[in-house]
């Protein structure tokens, strides 16, 4: 079975940063794809960033220019720099992993974002 995990969330003040990592392990193929999403109380779910298996990059307008997804170590991995983090940021982030075989979704992760 495949297990996405995600770390690195926490609390951190305004204008600060927090790097989440995601692992996808426990699929015979690599993933085609991991992305970023987050979900704040009260509002739908939305993509925050996405690379591909070739390494291109997709980012929310939101972003504007503060995060930056890359390719983990190891395989199957993902990173999310997020730096100038604001409170507008304070949301579960979930990392989805996709491939042939299927899409993944991990549990999330809290990142909270307040003085």
């Known amino acids: 079975q495949v297990q996405v995990v995600e770390s690195g969330g926490g609390l951190v003040q305004p204008g600060g940063s927090l790097r989440l990592s995601c692992a996808a392990s426990?699929?015979?193929?690599?993933?085609?794809?991991m992305n970023w999403y987050r979900q704040a109380p009260g509002k739908e779910r939305e993509l925050v960033a996405a690379?591909?298996?070739?390494?291109?990059?997709r980012y929310a307008d939101f972003v504007k220019g503060r995060f930056t997804i890359s390719r983990g170590n190891a395989k199957n991995t993902v990173d999310l720099q997020m730096n100038s983090l604001k409170p507008e940021d304070t949301a579960v982030y979930y990392c989805?992993?996709?491939?042939?075989?299927?899409?993944?979704w991990g549990q999330g992760t809290q990142v909270t974002v307040s003085s």
């Open positions: 989805k992993a996709y491939n042939l075989g299927g899409t993944y």
């Open positions: 426990g699929s015979i193929f690599s993933m085609n794809g």
């Open positions: 690379i591909s298996s070739v390494g291109s990059t």
